[in-house]
Nanobody, 125 residues
Framework: QVRLVEYGGESVQAGGSLRLACVASARTFSNYALAWFRQAPGKEREFVGGINWNGDTDYLVPVKDRFTISRDNPKKTVYLQMNSLKPEDTGVYYC???????????????????WGQGTQVTVSS
């Protein structure tokens, strides 16, 4: 069982920046594929960014030039640096993980086995 705990969500104005962090309890963290998803009110949960064990990344197109996902294996932490935030970035952000040794970046929520409780990001105009 892997426990994920997210930190860093808060209310910011449009154009601002936030860094989310997710700390995992996984013993072999370096072998896990990780991702951030978000869910806005009344909308389905959507993929934001993912990173595999090899450091390869993938992003939702609207955030690709503004957000950066990274991982720190010794700290068992995955980060999401969010710059130039927009009101449409508002939502609950979830960290997800799955044990994965293939060189792939999963974009679908059902491909992830473990989830955090979520952290709220609110961007005001």
């Amino acid at each position: 069982q892997v426990r994920l705990v997210e930190y860093g969500g808060e209310s910011v104005q449009a154009g601002g920046s936030l860094r989310l962090a997710c700390v995992a309890s996984a013993r072999t963290f370096s072998n896990y594929a990780l991702a951030w998803f978000r869910q806005a009110p009344g909308k389905e949960r959507e993929f934001v960014g993912g990173i595999n064990w090899n450091g390869d990344t993938d992003y939702l197109v609207p955030v690709k030039d503004r957000f950066t996902i990274s991982r720190d294996n010794p700290k068992k932490t995955v980060y999401l640096q969010m710059n130039s935030l927009k009101p449409e970035d508002t939502g609950v952000y979830y960290c997800a993980a799955v044990y994965e040794t293939r060189v792939v970046v999963h974009r679908i929520a059902s491909e992830y086995e473990y989830w955090g409780q979520g952290t709220q990001v609110t961007v005001s105009s």
